[in-house]
């Protein structure tokens, strides 16, 4: 044992003595901390902003989705704003002020729905900001707000609002490929995603029958992309679930389409449970392939 302890020494000696050992010492942290944040920076600041199309033939959802986008923007301005007070706070400033501000953010970041309306509704950003600038260092940064990675458009001036979803998908799929661009603020424009919504979409809300039983939903529903609230995009990570702006949307609709089950039913207990498992089917299709054969998992 002790021979080939002192085998080890002498070969960690005579490697410890080469340049390139402490090289890769030093570098194996930097390599770690660029593998982690490079994506994150690219997806913060490099990506560009990315425009989608929504038409809702139902006209009862697209209001919905566009309060339930904003109401994550705005989660992800107070988890920002949460960490900026924390990192810029001034050590002199009056520590009753300055913990009263900070348990204030930390338990609106705390992710209920209520405390998001409370940020909402005192003023938002600038209200905190107002109240977070006494207590923050003299040389601190101003807040940067967290950019919007998404931002709703028009559709393109070929592209028939009226028509059937079969037949918006088919004039977007083009723009969704990559074949064809749009003019948007006098730029020509991509167009990342298209969220096309049927007109009777509530027919087939599928509902929990009782317990036990299989999930029930409405009387024609046979699977198709055309009784689905379908997500357009080339984007394959999309379909992974949890994943972002399409599990923003499709949690946006399911919460309203909740709430309604909940004001119809009312709240006993057992209304309750059902209602957690209503949901809008919620397919997402590529436009590089004809036929949908994936869809989006329940919320």
Avoid at 107 to 126: H, P, Q, T, V, Y
Avoid at 205 to 217: D, E, F, L, T
Wanted: charged share 25%; hydrophobic share 40%.
């Amino acid at each position: 044992m002790r021979c080939a302890f002192l085998l080890a020494w002498r070969e960690f000696v005579e490697s410890a003595k080469a340049k390139g050992f402490w090289t890769s010492i030093f570098l194996m942290p930097i390599t770690l901390f660029l593998t982690i944040q490079v994506p994150v920076w690219l997806d913060q600041k490099a990506t560009p902003i990315r425009n989608f199309v929504l038409v809702d033939h139902s006209s009862n959802f697209a209001a919905v989705v566009e309060s339930g986008l904003e109401r994550a923007h705005q989660r992800r301005v107070l988890e920002a704003l949460q960490g900026y007070a924390a990192k810029h706070a001034n050590p002199r400033a009056s520590l009753a002020d300055a913990q009263r501000i900070a348990i204030s953010l930390a338990e609106l970041a705390e992710g209920r729905s209520e405390s998001l309306d409370a940020f909402i509704r005192k003023g938002g950003k600038d209200y905190f900001l107002g109240q977070l600038k006494p207590h923050l260092r003299p040389a601190a940064p101003p807040f940067t707000e967290p950019r919007r990675l998404y931002q709703q458009v028009n559709l393109p001036e070929d592209v028939d609002p009226r028509s059937d979803l079969p037949s918006l998908a088919s004039q977007l799929r083009p723009y969704l490929r990559g074949d064809k661009q749009f003019e948007h603020n006098g730029k020509w424009s991509d167009l990342y995603v298209a969220v096309l919504i049927p007109p009777d979409i509530e027919q087939y809300i599928v509902r929990p029958k009782s317990q036990g039983s299989p999930p029930v939903s409405g009387p024609l529903s046979s699977g198709k992309a055309e009784h689905q609230i379908q997500y357009w995009s080339t984007d394959v990570t999309a379909m992974k679930e949890g994943f972002g702006f399409a599990q923003e949307i499709e949690r946006a609709v399911n919460t309203e389409i909740r709430r309604r089950e909940y004001e119809t039913r009312g709240l006993d207990a057992a209304a309750v449970r059902q209602v957690e498992n209503t949901y809008a089917p919620f397919v997402t299709l590529n436009p590089k392939k004809l036929d949908a054969k994936r869809s989006m998992p329940r919320t």
